[in-house]
């Protein structure tokens, strides 16, 4: 697509329960990440992928969260039991390689509140 | 451990006026930093990088300089226009990830 592609937009969901944040990727971008945003605040660095394996993956919150990548295209980020701290917008970007001058290119999240 | 900060949190400015928000990482070892403009609700947006091995870089109305003898990143808007009202983001590539910092939300009065 022309973009980075994120799903759902906003995602409700019940202390407990599990959920799946889906994101596209610009077409031919071997690099993949995934970051938190609390209101007001930076972005928190969660994982990153380049093709189908995630060489860092230091920025997981704990073993509740966990993120594959499938086909190097489509990557899901997966929360288990959620909890109420994990309100947050989940924001992905994909660049055209790893490397250190490639730029990244985010969507515009999905925005996750646990009640 | 690393981490890339901003030294004011929010800017204002007349428009027309031009804009300075600087930045300070700590890795030394960093060879790429990028300027993100993120406006409400929406992802950050590129504006401009720049790699170590360059002091200085323009876009259109914008300037990012790059000072690694003090670690220091800044980016200049000229001729602010309400437009440019957002939070603005620095970022250092360590690896093969972005460290971003707490950003300043830069307010432009009309």
């Known amino acids: 697509g022309a973009g980075v592609s994120q799903s759902p937009s906003n995602k409700v969901t019940e202390k407990g329960k599990d959920v799946e944040l889906r994101c596209d990727p610009i077409s031919g971008h071997t690099a993949l990440y995934w970051y938190r945003q609390s209101l007001g605040q930076g972005l928190e660095f969660l994982i990153y992928?380049?093709?189908?394996?995630?060489?860092?993956k230091s920025g997981l919150p704990s073993d509740r969260f966990s993120a594959e990548r499938t086909g190097g295209s489509v990557s899901t980020l997966t929360i288990q039991r959620t909890q109420q701290e994990d309100s947050a917008v989940y924001l992905c970007a994909s660049s055209l390689g790893g490397g250190t001058s490639s730029t990244a290119f985010f969507g515009q999240g999905t925005r996750l509140t646990v009640v | 451990g690393e981490s890339v900060g901003l030294h004011l949190p929010t800017l204002s400015v007349q428009e027309g006026d031009n804009s300075i928000i600087n930045c300070a990482y700590s890795?030394?070892?960093?060879?790429?930093f990028i300027w993100y403009k993120q406006e409400s609700g929406k992802g950050p947006q590129f504006i401009i990088d720049?790699?170590?091995?360059?002091d200085k870089r323009q876009g259109q109305r914008v300037t990012v300089l790059l000072n690694k003898t003090v670690k220091h990143l800044s980016l200049q808007i000229a001729a602010t226009q309400p437009g440019d009202s957002a939070v603005y983001f620095c970022a250092e590539k360590d690896g093969g990830k972005l460290i971003f910092g707490q950003g300043t939300e830069l307010s432009v009065k009309p």
């Open positions: 720049i790699r170590s091995n360059m």
């Open positions: 992928f380049q093709g189908n394996s995630a060489p860092d």
């Open positions: 890795n030394s070892a960093s060879d790429y």
